[in-house]
């Protein structure tokens, strides 16, 4: 085991995300409550900024270590690397 293995973090590429009806907003936010329980980063990459705002307009807010939006995969990755390196993540 190492110092890093409880450090974890979900990417989810949702650049082929063209539409979020209600109840998929929901169950989003539902599912990233329920992974920041466990102590989980989540990164949501590739989302149309039209839909970031929906989401924003549903309750659903960027926090450091918990929740952060990039736009693409690489960001992602990178962001990724650092929350885990930083020991930011669930934070």
């Known amino acids: 085991?190492?110092?890093?293995?409880?450090?974890?973090?979900?990417m989810l590429d949702m650049s082929d995300v063209t539409m979020l009806d209600m109840t998929a907003s929901v169950l989003l936010q539902e599912m990233i409550a329920h992974?920041?329980?466990?102590?989980v980063a989540v990164i949501i990459c590739g989302l149309h900024p039209r839909l970031m705002?929906?989401?924003?307009?549903?309750?659903?807010?960027r926090r450091r270590g918990?929740?952060?939006?990039k736009r693409d995969?690489?960001?992602g990755l990178t962001r990724a690397a650092v929350?885990?390196?930083e020991?930011?993540?669930g934070k």
């Open 1 to 10: 085991e190492t110092p890093m293995s409880d450090k974890k973090v979900v």
């Open 35 to 39: 992974i920041g329980r466990k102590n």
């Open 53 to 61: 705002l929906q989401l924003r307009r549903t309750g659903l807010r």
């Open 66 to 69: 918990v929740l952060e939006m």
């Open 73 to 75: 995969i690489g960001s």
């Open 83 to 85: 929350l885990v390196q």
């Open 87 to 89: 020991g930011l993540v």
